[in-house]
């Protein structure tokens, strides 16, 4: 990987992007895999399945690391989504899940910067039903994706408190390199957050797709849908 080249005064600078014109922005359209489908929010459609799903985490974990939430009720639920993820950054989506045509969870595209080739996945929030799923783990394929191969972007961010513990491993799962702690980075629900930062950039893409489809095979599942072959493992293969 060439990270810096040199001026005319031998100053380092960055590598040459000669044909580089930006990426472009992400379309109001579905992205459908073997078990799941990702579409955009609608409250109208959505809310109230989603509210149902997430409401089998009885004890609100979900939201513990997430700006808003937890929502007592469905009303509620659809009130914040109308107010808050409707727009084109963030651009919330619902996840559904194909064996039951249901919602089960959400994610966004946001901080969206074509120019720069910039965008980041975030807003994840899942189900209990959802979680540890190949569906799970489809979405954020089909995320990444649309991203690197539709629209050309040149890096993919991942950002979490950095106490959400399983936030930072799920992105290290996926295939994200960790970049650093951005400390105070903000705060919400009254409290400071420190944001950890990861990243997939654009020619890490291929190998990591050649991992995700390799997972997502049906050869790697068993009869029962266990996985035969852990992602993280084919990961690692396909980088070496």
């Given at each position: ?66 700006s ?12 914040w ?40 996945v ?65 705060v ?53």
């Amino acid at each position: 990987m060439v990270t810096e080249t040199a001026n005319a005064l031998g100053q380092p600078i960055g590598f040459p992007l000669p044909d580089w014109t930006g990426a472009g922005r992400p379309p109001k359209t579905p992205m459908e895999g073997r078990f799941c489908r990702l579409e955009p929010i609608d409250p109208a459609r959505h809310a109230a399945a989603l509210h149902e799903a997430f409401c089998e985490d009885r004890e609100g974990r979900l939201w513990t690391y997430l700006s808003a939430g937890p929502f007592d009720a469905a009303a509620a639920y659809r009130a914040w989504l109308e107010d808050h993820a409707m727009g084109d950054d963030p651009l919330c989506h619902a996840i559904i899940d194909l064996a039951t045509d249901r919602p089960v969870g959400t994610a966004s595209y946001l901080r969206i910067d074509p120019k720069a080739g910039s965008i980041e996945v975030g807003s994840i929030t899942y189900a209990p039903r959802l979680q540890k799923t190949a569906a799970a783990r489809e979405a954020m394929y089909l995320m990444m994706r649309r991203a690197f191969e539709e629209l050309g972007y040149r890096r993919y961010e991942w950002k979490c408190d950095t106490l959400n513990a399983a936030s930072r491993a799920a992105a290290e799962r996926l295939g994200f390199a960790y970049e650093g702690l951005f400390r105070q980075a903000t705060v919400y629900k009254g409290r400071n957050r420190d944001t950890a930062w990861f990243s997939i950039l654009d020619l890490e893409w291929p190998a990591l797709k050649e991992a995700f489809e390799a997972w997502l095979d049906p050869s790697n599942f068993d009869a029962a849908g266990r996985q035969r072959s852990a992602l993280r493992g084919l990961i690692r293969q396909h980088r070496a």
